[in-house]
């Protein structure tokens, strides 16, 4: 085995490096044994340019490859944005159509019991027909009481001490900044 001269790092005592032994005998070689450890990282599809450079010496090509490579994660990460982005927004068109489908739906229904109540008040029966035309407006009023509650608790309009912002399973969500008691 050959043997490896001591290399010198500027800022370290090699004194300080070396084990606490015995001094050696007077006129005896002395060795330092001096070990240092370089980490470095990067964040990004490419490597720093002297790294990149040392990987086109070693293996000519690579540094186009690693160029094309990440220009390719760029293209494909902004196609799975763009569609996620387009997902999204095709899902709210889908909620508020269906949204809107039910209320035109709720409608027609709460007219048709109060068109039939009408109906069965002219024809001399007034308590079941005032109870036909309540069904249809208690209805109407039911939904938009509780169709404004629930758009309250989503848009975070419901006071603190609510329990709009726990899950269905009680524990709070990940917007709940307090702790559940």
Not at 7 to 30: C, F, W, Y
Not at 33 to 47: C, D, R, Y
Not at 140 to 166: A, C, E, M, P, Q
Request: charged residues 20%; proline residues 9%; contains cysteine.
């Amino acid at each position: 085995m050959s043997e490896i001269p001591p290399k010198t790092v500027p800022g370290l005592n090699p004194q300080s490096a070396e084990p606490r032994q015995a001094a050696p005998p007077q006129g005896a070689p002395r060795r330092v044994i001096v070990g240092a450890q370089i980490t470095s990282e990067f964040t990004g599809p490419l490597p720093p340019p002297p790294l990149l450079e040392h990987y086109e010496r070693i293996c000519p090509g690579t540094a186009s490859k690693m160029f094309e490579m990440a220009r390719i994660e760029g293209e494909h990460r902004r196609t799975m944005e763009s569609q996620s982005l387009q997902a999204s927004i095709e899902a709210m068109r889908r909620q508020f159509s269906e949204a809107r489908l039910g209320q035109v739906f709720a409608f027609v229904i709460a007219l048709t019991f109060m068109i039939g109540g009408a109906y069965v008040i002219v024809r001399g029966y007034a308590w079941p027909g005032t109870v036909l035309s309540g069904v249809g407006l208690g209805g109407i009023v039911t939904s938009f009481i509780v169709g404004r509650g629930r758009r309250d608790d989503s848009n975070g309009g419901g006071s603190g001490d609510s329990d709009s912002n726990k899950s269905t399973s009680g524990k709070p969500s990940h917007g709940d900044s307090k702790a559940s008691s």
